[in-house]
């Protein structure tokens, strides 16, 4: 870190998150979380795309 950046504070999410991967001690432990927030965020993205779709009337055979 160069001398004129400030360190960043995490915020109560990411203290959050950090405190519950203290607990994971496998590789199929880590495996099993990162499917988990891939399919997580790829079900957000997909809800707010058929939000979009939806409100602009466009369908997609």
């Known amino acids: 870190m160069k001398k004129t950046e400030k ?7 990411q203290l959050h ?4 991967f203290e ?3 496998t ?6 979380i990162k499917d988990l927030l891939a399919k ?4 957000k993205a997909d809800d707010e ?3 979009i779709l939806d409100s602009k009337k466009i369908t997609i055979i």
């Open 40 to 43: 997580y965020y790829a079900k």
């Open 7 to 13: 360190p960043t504070k995490l915020n109560q999410a």
């Open 23 to 25: 607990r994971i001690k």
């Open 27 to 32: 590789k199929q432990e880590l495996d099993d």
């Open 17 to 20: 998150v950090l405190q519950l």
């Open 49 to 51: 795309m058929e939000k």
